[in-house]
């Protein structure tokens, strides 16, 4: 290539740089080095062309080369004008589309209704240094949650060595991210404070602003249940155990207390109950404890029954589920097809048209059973009022193993097909003596390991078994999909390491493509 033509392409170059300056320091990075060193970049190109061109300079205004010229520095300063509008159109609608696949930066259902059920504005102040390294993390979470409902939350940051008053006010200890949820003025003023910035830890925090009390939960107690306080040997692993800690911990973020009730002797269930659970019992309750469940449920009342599939309920629990339209198979269910690598732990997302799994469906959330039994949805013998629907499903692979081995398949006379895994019932109760709501609510599930701390961690799993806590207890915004553990699907950045990725992508990309552009269209020119 003869040398002036290389100076014109190089003047090209130079051109693109020069006038692109302003745009790198007014609107990508505001780095006074990056624009001067543009711009001198610039200059010493533009005077490459002089250079290698000056004996046809002279007869630049009567030549083709004029309009040649002119028409290249135009074509520039468009494509960066475009450019421009491009960039300032973005900021001032910033839209924004996430393309992770478990949506890192997506607010979750539940999040967005706690957001726009707040009953005041909220505040949140995050006391962090200014070059704390979760500075810009928490900052792009609170803005996200600013975004949703901007007259309702607010942030700020404040560096605690600066504000004393503040973290003696707030009694906040060195040395940790502390964020202060603030809620009203003054002498009405409420606040708390949580050592995380995850998704989940704040949208539990606004949950608590939002309640009026907890509602109080008894796990019963006597026939083998999962206990709440201690570990759990893990079914079929030697020396290893478990727990329902998680469960626990996920109760009382959501606003519900847990407690233990012993039934023995018939004791009742107490006024204040907003829910009874049955977690896994083992052994037969006794007719006192079935009818004390009887009257609470008759009056109004609501229970979630886990199945243990090694446990026997005994005939008068049977007969009281029978009663809301609920059946306990015999055996094991079984997958040949929706499973976790055994046929006994079932994978299903074959819901029914039930609330309680509405947005599960829509997400397509698996939920896995390590040992369920199956269910039967009555069609007869039910009390008067009763309704029942089925809420989840095996696969039509499905079947129920009576003699559980190691390589299981069905066989004659065991039922298959879509086995139904968990039921909701429902029991008007409005003209019912001693009332205690309105509606009586049962949620039976074909499983109870489920609730272990080692398969509370499958998304589908905690917001089914959550999802079916809020519908028992008539809590509409409960029943959502709560916020995924984000925590190894994030990257930490700072605020200069963002500043580098969002000149590179706004400033030396789309430049240096029109760069290339422009220099094949000045090299075919100059042929």
């Not at 050592?195 to 009390?213: C, G, K, M, P, W």
């Not at 909701?424 to 509606?439: C, G, H, I, L, N």
Request: no cysteine; net charge positive; glycine share 8%.
């Amino acid at each position: 290539m003869k040398a002036a033509n290389l100076g014109r392409i190089l003047g090209g170059l130079g051109l693109l740089l020069l006038l692109s300056s302003p745009f790198t320091l007014f609107v990508t990075s505001g780095s006074t080095s990056l624009f001067v060193i543009k711009a001198v970049l610039g200059l010493v190109l533009v005077a490459v062309y002089f250079a290698t061109n000056f004996k046809r300079l002279g007869q630049f205004a009567s030549r083709r080369s004029s309009f040649f010229f002119g028409s290249s520095a135009l074509l520039v300063l468009l494509a960066l004008l475009g450019l421009g509008a491009v960039n300032s159109i973005a900021h001032v609608h910033n839209k924004r589309w996430d393309l992770t696949e478990r949506k890192v930066f997506t607010l979750s259902p539940q999040t967005v209704s706690v957001l726009r059920s707040l009953r005041e504005p909220v505040r949140a102040i995050a006391f962090l240094a200014p070059q704390h390294p979760a500075r810009e993390a928490l900052r792009a979470t609170f803005e996200r949650y600013r975004l949703e409902a901007p007259e309702r939350f607010s942030y700020s940051f404040e560096d605690p060595q600066r504000r004393p008053d503040l973290t003696q006010k707030y009694s906040l200890r060195g040395g940790q991210t502390t964020v202060v949820l603030v809620r009203g003025e003054g002498a009405n003023e409420a606040h708390t404070a949580l050592n995380v910035i995850s998704e989940q830890d704040l949208t539990n925090a606004l949950l608590q602003f939002n309640r009026a009390s907890d509602q109080r939960v008894y796990f019963v107690i006597g026939h083998g249940e999962w206990p709440l306080d201690r570990d759990i040997p893990r079914p079929g692993q030697q020396g290893r155990t478990t727990s329902l800690s998680e469960l626990k911990r996920q109760l009382t973020q959501e606003g519900y207390a847990p407690r233990e009730l012993n039934l023995g002797g018939g004791t009742p269930v107490p006024r204040d109950a907003a829910l009874v659970v049955i977690a896994g019992a083992k052994a037969p309750f006794n007719t006192p404890e079935v009818e004390s469940l009887h009257q609470y449920l008759a009056a109004g009342g609501r229970m979630i029954y886990f199945a243990e599939v090694y446990g026997e309920p005994g005939p008068d629990m049977r007969r009281l589920l029978a009663e809301y339209g609920v059946g306990l198979d015999a055996g094991v269910v079984a997958d040949s097809q929706f499973n976790g690598g055994s046929p006994y732990i079932v994978v299903s997302l074959f819901y029914g048209e039930h609330e309680i799994s509405r947005l599960l469906r829509q997400r397509q959330l698996n939920i896995e059973l390590p040992t369920a039994r199956g269910l039967t949805v009555l069609t007869e013998g039910f009390a008067p009022g009763v309704k029942v629907e089925s809420v989840l499903r095996t696969s039509p692979y499905g079947w129920e193993e009576s003699a559980p081995d190691e390589n299981p398949t069905p066989g004659a006379g065991e039922r298959t097909g879509q086995i139904p895994l968990v039921t909701a019932s429902t029991r008007v109760t409005k003209d019912a003596q001693d009332k205690r709501f309105d509606e009586s609510r049962l949620v039976v599930v074909g499983d109870s390991e489920l609730l272990f701390d080692s398969n509370w961690g499958h998304e589908g799993n905690r917001n089914l078994v959550m999802n079916a806590f809020g519908w028992a207890t008539h809590q509409a915004d409960k029943v959502t999909i709560r916020p995924p553990d984000r925590a190894t699907s994030t990257l930490t950045l700072d605020a200069a390491l963002l500043g580098r990725i969002r000149f590179l992508a706004t400033d030396v990309l789309p430049l240096s493509l029109l760069g290339v552009g422009l220099a094949i269209w000045l090299s075919r020119r100059n042929k």
